[in-house]
């Protein structure tokens, strides 16, 4: 994150406004989001920023989906993560989300076979709709008998921790319930990704000296590492005694799988090293936890703001809901790709090229370079999505047959492109639109008036200060 007074000392390859008035969206964003959102030719969807000599900090920021097909698909295999992503995530161990190369495959391919796996799939249904009936919805009944005003955002956050523990690590939490309990995983997290943020655009030696004289955000970081260690030394301790007492008849979770996983086809897992679980179990759970919750955020807020798109949706779970198919819901499905493409969860991503390279933009990147992707921009270009670019308009989504259209993902990059797209998009998918319609069918909410909205500088795109409504029954 840089400040205003830092990035007009920086040198620029161009000068890149940010149009306040020209968003109907519009928020006041950092400095990543900053590319030139008017921008319809390619030249102005990239920039070079200079940090100050030798603090590391030159980095090139594109949203040119030449430059994203390049590097995520085509030449997939120049651009890791890289060493320096490492060193930035370090709090993730080696689990999927920061490793490359060999581990990277056999996380990958484990990971492929447990989230397509019968039992792990029936395991999210049955736990999405028991926190549904016991969590979510006595939760709002209650709000809307006391009639007080809730944060909508920390309700998904619960809900999503509470499946997706349930689904990684086989434990229920209990976060979501009418008493509100403290959840000390989700501050830790929260703490640790806008730490994780401010790395990216820092020197590494700046961070890490904070890091090991316990200043500021680096300080909240130590403790909330600590925090989560202690969650998961507890939970990984308590299964393998539960499996030493031969009593794991439990249904599949990822902890479960990964200390059973087959070494002898996943050469480099170590399923007896109780960190390598830990890494791998706590990247999951942070991925199936922070981006539904903040989709689910942006989404009703938009549909705050477009009471014609709700009343779509609402028309659509009347005519066509059938809860053994969610497909069936086109215009919803179009309305929550639209939410993602204005607000996506993951707003940037980082790539670093391991030889010298030649974008198709032109700009040449050297080995170990930083670039970052930055997929919020890349969401709201003109060039891409045409004049209407920042309007919140689903159709764009549906074909002239009624279908859902198809938008090539270095397009839109929500769930990532390439060999490390998402590999939970359709549980998410299917998760967000069970909760969308619990919600929509059985409630009306109202945004508290004066509620402030504006992102927080986080690798995660959350309310700073929450999403404040009040509901009412509808049924
Ligand atoms: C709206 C919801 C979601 C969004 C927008 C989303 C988006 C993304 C993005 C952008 C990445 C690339 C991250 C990177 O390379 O740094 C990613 C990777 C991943 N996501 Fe998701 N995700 C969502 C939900 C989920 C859920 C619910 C799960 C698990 C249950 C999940 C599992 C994963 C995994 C395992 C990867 C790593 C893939 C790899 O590196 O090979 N995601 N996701």
């Not at 806008?194 to 890091?211: C, D, G, S, T």
């Not at 930083?370 to 689903?394: H, N, Q, T």
Request: glycine share 6%.
């Amino acid at each position: 994150f840089l400040p205003p007074q830092e990035i007009s000392r920086s040198s620029y390859s161009q000068e890149l406004a940010f149009p306040r008035d020209a968003s109907r969206n519009a928020l006041p964003y950092p400095s990543y989001l900053r590319l030139d959102l008017r921008g319809s030719r390619g030249h102005q969807s990239n920039f070079f920023f200079k940090g100050p000599w030798l603090s590391g900090t030159d980095m090139l920021f594109t949203a040119e989906p030449r430059n994203i097909h390049h590097m995520l698909s085509l030449n997939f295999g120049n651009y890791p993560k890289g060493p320096e992503f490492k060193k930035i995530f370090d709090v993730l161990g080696d689990g999927i989300l920061s490793v490359d190369l060999q581990l990277w495959e056999d996380l990958r391919k484990s990971n492929h076979a447990i989230f397509h796996h019968p039992e792990l799939l029936e395991l999210s249904v049955r736990s999405n709709t028991r926190k549904l009936k016991e969590g979510l919805v006595p939760f709002l009944d209650n709000a809307a008998h006391e009639n007080i005003i809730i944060d909508l955002q920390d309700v998904f956050k619960r809900f999503m921790f509470d499946t997706s523990s349930i689904l990684m690590t086989g434990y229920d939490p209990m976060s979501l319930s009418i008493n509100m309990p403290e959840v000390e995983f989700g501050e830790a997290a929260e703490t640790g990704e806008e730490a994780i943020y401010y790395r990216h655009f820092k020197p590494v030696i700046l961070w890490r000296l904070q890091n090991w004289l316990g200043i500021g955000l680096e300080r909240k970081m130590r403790s909330s590492l600590a925090t989560v260690n202690r969650m998961f030394a507890k939970i990984i301790s308590s299964r393998r005694e539960e499996i030493c007492r031969g009593e794991c008849g439990r249904s599949m979770d990822a902890l479960t799988y990964y200390m059973n996983v087959d070494t002898s086809k996943y050469k480099l897992l170590i399923p007896t090293n109780d960190t390598f679980i830990r890494d791998v179990v706590f990247s999951l759970l942070l991925a199936g936890r922070d981006t539904p919750s903040s989709a689910l955020t942006w989404f009703f807020w938009l549909l705050s703001k477009h009471p014609q798109v709700l009343t779509k949706i609402q028309h659509e779970i009347n005519t066509k809901y059938d809860p053994t198919d969610l497909e069936k819901l086109v215009y919803l499905h179009a309305a929550l790709s639209e939410s993602m493409r204005l607000y996506p969860p993951l707003p940037f991503n980082h790539k670093s090229p391991a030889k010298p390279d030649v974008l198709p933009s032109g700009h040449k990147v050297e080995a170990n370079s930083k670039i970052v992707i930055c997929i919020y921009a890349l969401g709201r270009m003109r060039s891409i999505w045409g004049e209407d670019a920042l309007d919140f308009k689903p159709e764009r989504w549906i074909t002239d047959s009624g279908d859902l259209r198809h938008e090539p993902s270095y397009k839109f990059m929500a769930f990532n492109a390439g060999p490390r797209a998402c590999l939970g998009k359709h549980l998410a998918l299917s998760q967000m639109k069970m909760v969308a319609v619990e919600i929509i069918q059985k409630y009306d909410f109202e945004v508290t008036k004066g509620h402030k909205v504006e992102p927080v500088p986080s690798i995660i795109l959350r309310m700073k200060h929450g999403f404040n409504v009040t509901v009412t029954k509808n049924i």
